[in-house]
């Protein structure tokens, strides 16, 4: 079975510019989170869904937003990047909320 | 809120020897419980869980770790570390759900010959 995909693997923005990350969960697996990683914060909590619902949201601005297709293929969007905003930004699927999350391999963000 | 603290920011052990990696959460209910290990570049990957029952869990790549709910803790063993073993280590706790985690802040494990 086909792991978690994140699309695209290495992307370098400007400040100011906005940017959409995607990912295509494992086969049959319903739940998409997504984390920020970074050297100063380590991982945190973006946001996650299930069945094209947010269930949970961390403690992000606004700018960070996303959302999740019929076919549970997430996507998520930063608007207005910062410098603050380069990241290692992971996105993991589950069967459902009570199951164990497996990650793809992240999308490496540069704001220059 | 839940928290997970990993006392060790960074291990040296050499190839052969046995290896404990200690996490700690504050959580007021049983949490959902995981290690996962990170290569440079990579994602992570799930090596444990603990969920309920039996508190001493096996995983893949010979690891295993126990949940002892007294100590608040959820420490990572492996009997004998092989070189490709190197890698940073993250416990990581959830709250009433497993898809929404709080992770510590990850151990370097660096691996001797």
């Known amino acids: 079975k086909a792991g978690v995909t994140q699309t695209p693997r290495y992307l370098i923005k400007t400040r100011g510019q906005q940017v959409t990350l995607s990912c295509s969960p494992i086969s049959g697996h319903r739940s998409v989170s997504w984390y920020q990683q970074t050297p100063g914060q380590g991982l945190q909590f973006l946001f996650e869904?299930?069945?094209?619902?947010?269930?949970n949201k961390g403690n992000f601005p606004g700018r960070f937003s996303g959302r999740q297709f019929s076919n549970s293929r997430s996507e998520m969007n930063v608007s207005t990047l910062e410098l603050g905003d380069s990241a290692l930004y992971l996105c993991?699927?589950?069967?459902?909320?009570?199951?164990?999350?497996?990650f793809g391999p992240g999308t490496r963000l540069t704001v220059t | 809120a839940q928290s997970v603290t990993q006392p060790d920011i960074h291990i040296t052990v050499s190839e052969g020897a046995s290896l404990e990696l200690r996490c700690n959460y504050s959580?007021?209910?049983?949490?959902?419980l995981f290690w996962y290990v990170q290569s440079p570049g990579q994602g992570l990957q799930l090596l444990l869980k603990?969920?309920?029952?039996?508190?001493l869990v096996q995983g893949i790549k010979g690891f295993e770790a126990e949940f002892k709910r007294s100590q608040s803790s959820f420490n990572l063993r492996k009997p004998s570390v092989h070189w490709s073993d190197a890698a940073e280590y993250f416990c990581?706790?959830?709250?009433?759900?497993?898809?929404?985690?709080?992770f510590g802040t990850g151990t370097r494990l660096q691996v001797t010959l």
């Open positions: 869904y299930f069945s094209e619902t947010q269930r």
């Open positions: 603990y969920f309920s029952g039996d508190t």
């Open positions: 993991a699927s589950s069967l459902r909320w009570e199951y164990e999350q497996y």
């Open positions: 959580y007021g209910a049983t949490p959902y």
């Open positions: 990581a706790v959830g709250a009433g759900t497993a898809s929404k985690l709080t």
